[in-house]
């Protein structure tokens, strides 16, 4: 059974960061893509970036220069290091990840707030 598991979360002031991460366990072949999304209140989930089993990137414009998405294949896990942080950007974060090609996992999320 694959399992992602999701940290970093928390309350953060306009203008800070922080680095989300999310942990892969369980029986796989192989990591393909994996991916951050966000879903705030009343609005639907999101592509926020992605990052292929090469290392190639892709970000959402609402963004991009702000975040920065990065893997440790060696430990089953992706981070997103966020900077520069508005209310706006408040939202559930979701790890998700495509395994042995065509396999798709979500995490339980972790919660960002930016707020004074």
């Known amino acids: 059974q694959v399992q992602l598991v999701e940290s970093g979360g928390g309350l953060v002031q306009p203008g800070g960061s922080l680095r989300l991460s999310c942990v892969l366990s369980g029986s796989i072949i192989s990591i393909n893509t994996m991916y951050w999304y966000r879903q705030a209140p009343g609005k639907e989930r999101e592509l926020v970036a992605s990052?292929?089993?090469?290392?190639?990137?892709n970000y959402a414009d609402s963004m991009k220069g702000r975040v920065t998405i990065s893997r440790d294949n060696a430990k089953n896990t992706v981070y997103l290091q966020m900077n520069s942080l508005k209310p706006e950007d408040t939202a559930v974060y979701y790890c998700s990840v495509l395994v042995d090609g065509f396999r798709r996992y979500w995490g339980q999320g972790t919660q960002v707030t930016v707020s004074t």
């Open positions: 990052i292929t089993s090469g290392g190639t990137t």
